[in-house]
């Protein structure tokens, strides 16, 4: 597996001492370089204003920062740090909270920043943290478009497979983050597949010119797991089209699931949902399924009807679970989680 090399500030802002998370946001007041600013008004504001070029300085030393939400609720961050001790990271790490239901998430190196956002989520004491990419627009009332996500090029020419090579095929789409194993050791010379941080909120080419204009060639691009984003709302899990705040009459059907008599949301009646399960752990069923509305987090269920065996499609997905929903009207497009032995990613199908 090969990630590129980090020159990154943040390097120098771990030193395996123990500080503080405002030191660390601080950094070392000797090498901050004095900031050009000027104190004005802007729309009938007081303002700060400098540069789009100071951001990027003051950005900098946080390329390597990613953000933890938690839906639904958060353990507190003495579990949470020594959470990231148990992974065992190559490099040093700081977790602090932005606000009750995101943290920061400090990286020291490229190699622990990969492995982190490829998996896009962790479970932390039986919680739910999503991880978001922080950028220096990074509002916690949205989502950040930019996912993990690998992209694969089927058949790709033998000499091809050099790491310089597959990197500039990837940053056509976004930043190369690792090559696997495989494509590394031209083991599986078939498909060469990069891990990239791809903005999901575009549409992207499936096919790209390699080589001289005399004697290149189409190569295929293919995209795996591709994250579903709603570009209205700036939140993972639904589409514009299943937006409950660009669509308010879809909330209407959500009250099918909910029983006036009880506000306990147990035993509440859920919809007819047709489920494939990409990964399908032994017992699967033994335990109760939890419906979420994506858009209030709001607990429909933690049951659902019978569900049909024949629906259900067995494949590796990282020791997680999977769970893609079909034929669903929108408004009761909810999120499922599956409360089983293993941990459980859950997305929506991109029709």
Known sequence: MTTPSSSNPVSSSFDGKSRSFRDVLAGSSSSNPKLPFVQSSFKGCPALLFEDSVVDLLAAPYALTLVGKFVLRRPNL?????????????????????????????????????????????????????????????DVREESPIAPVWISFPNLRLHFFNH?????????????????????????????????????????????????EMKGYFQKVEFENLPIFCSFCKMHGHGVNQCFRKNPNLRAGKNILKNSNDSDPVGKTAPNIDVKIVDQPQNALNEDVMVV???????????????????????????????????????????????????????????
């Open 78 to 138: 003495d579990v949470i740090r020594k959470f990231f001790v148990s992974l065992k990271l190559s490099g040093s790490f700081h977790v602090g909270l932005l606000d009750q239901r995101h943290v920061a998430i400090q990286l020291a190196n490229d190699l622990d920043y990969s492995r982190i956002f490829a998996r896009r989520s962790y479970y932390i004491q039986a919680c739910q943290m999503r991880l978001l990419k922080w950028t220096p627009d990074f």
């Open 164 to 212: 310089q090579i597959l990197f500039g095929l990837a940053s056509i789409f976004g930043r190369p983050l690792q090559t696997d194993q495989a494509t590394a050791s031209v083991s599986h010379p078939s498909m060469a597949w990069v891990l990239i941080e791809l903005d999901v909120s575009k549409k992207h080419p499936t096919e790209i010119w390699i080589g001289s």
């Open 293 to 351: 509305n994506p858009s209030s987090e709001e607990v429909f269920s933690t049951v659902l009807p019978p569900l049909n065996l024949n629906n259900f499609v067995s494949t590796n997905c990282d020791d997680n679970l999977a769970i893609v929903v079909h034929n669903v009207d929108p408004s009761n497009f909810d999120v499922l989680q599956l409360k089983l032995n293993t941990n459980c990613n859950i997305e929506q199908p991109n029709d």
